[in-house]
């Protein structure tokens, strides 16, 4: 089963990514650190940062002195002995048919 995700984050021009931002009680500053791996980082949801409050992250990017990049990340899910994963049950009337599969199996045996 292969999974998709795109989200933006924050790149300097070191190549390190954005990973925490606080700002400092009572004083014009903030604290930030950064990270190596993009895994670390920040993410900010494509659909998020494309919305209404675009002008903020672009005002953070600049804050930061950083480029925001578009990540888009492809996962590769299987069970533990290399099997596809079965599909999560979607809602309560899933389970329920689920369940009585699994007794209709059972009373076979």
Do not use: C
Request: hydrophobic letters at 35%.
């Amino acid at each position: 089963m292969k999974q998709t995700n795109t989200f933006i984050v924050l790149r300097n021009k070191e190549g390190i990514y954005l990973a925490s931002y606080e700002n400092n009680k009572h004083v014009l500053t903030y604290s930030a650190s950064w990270a190596s791996d993009v895994e670390d980082a920040l993410r900010i949801p494509e659909e998020w940062y494309h919305g209404k409050h675009r002008e903020k992250y672009l005002a953070m990017a600049k804050l930061f002195n950083a480029e925001p990049i578009k990540v888009q990340a492809e996962y590769t899910l299987t069970t533990l002995d290399g099997q596809e994963p079965a599909e999560p049950v979607e809602d309560t009337e899933d389970v329920k048919d689920s369940f009585e599969k699994l007794l209709d199996i059972l009373a076979k045996d």
